[in-house]
């Protein structure tokens, strides 16, 4: 195993021990308190595809907007949590590794909160190949990120395979994960670079928020 797939494989360790303290990031950032706010702006529209759905969070404000949703996941702790929470509501949710799965078909929305910070740059192209495979013509991409500033709440670590962070556990270990503290600008750049139009603005302190288009 190479260097960055152990990074990955540790970051999905992380989250499937992290499950049952995943919320409280929600409850002790002021930021946070509001999603509904933090998606204000964003052209969220028809059948929504979540990437790394997490406990169900904006899961269950989209589908309680009204949206039919496909969540996905690679964690089965997290999904059992995020199940729970959106009981009643029009969710589908599938366990798999968002570095390797296939979208089944299109959506007129692919939303992820919290997630494209977690793709290593080497990946950044595969992945918005995987969102623009899964987007029907005219569907956009939508999302919600730790920006720039959010790296001062972070032990980050230098001399990785990608840019990465050290998170503690409740147990007392700690665990690796991606971290990529995207700047607006050049995230817009990024994207413009592998086909894309994007508009993407920062949220508060720590926060970015965009949308994003495949060209052509």
Not at 86 to 112: I, K, R, S
Not at 114 to 138: I, K
Not at 150 to 166: F, I, K, T
Request: proline fraction near 6%; glycine fraction near 10%.
């Amino acid at each position: 195993m190479d260097d960055l797939s152990e990074l990955l494989r540790e970051q999905a360790v992380y989250y499937r021990t992290h499950a049952g303290e995943y919320d409280l990031a929600y409850e002790a950032n002021e930021e946070l308190r509001s999603l509904e706010m933090l998606t204000d702006g964003l052209p969220i529209a028809g059948d929504v595809l979540e990437l790394a759905c997490g406990t169900g969070q904006w899961t269950s404000l989209l589908a309680r907007r009204g949206h039919r949703v496909t969540a996905v996941d690679g964690s089965p702790e997290m999904l059992s949590r995020a199940r729970k929470r959106t009981a009643g509501l029009a969710v589908e949710f599938v366990e798999a590794d968002l570095f390797a799965w296939q979208p089944p078909q299109q959506f007129d929305t692919v939303f992820f909160g919290f997630w494209l910070s977690h793709v290593p740059p080497q990946r950044f192209g595969d992945f918005w190949d995987l969102v623009r495979r899964a987007l029907r013509p005219a569907g956009q991409a939508c999302f919600v990120d730790s920006g720039p500033g959010d790296a001062a709440n972070e032990e980050v670590l230098v001399g990785q395979p990608a840019p990465a962070v050290l998170r503690p556990l409740g147990n007392g270990g700690t665990r690796r994960v991606v971290k990529v503290f995207h700047e607006p600008s050049d995230l817009a750049k990024a994207l413009e670079g592998i086909g894309w139009s994007a508009r993407i603005w920062p949220v508060g302190a720590t926060l970015i928020a965009g949308s994003a288009m495949p060209q052509g």
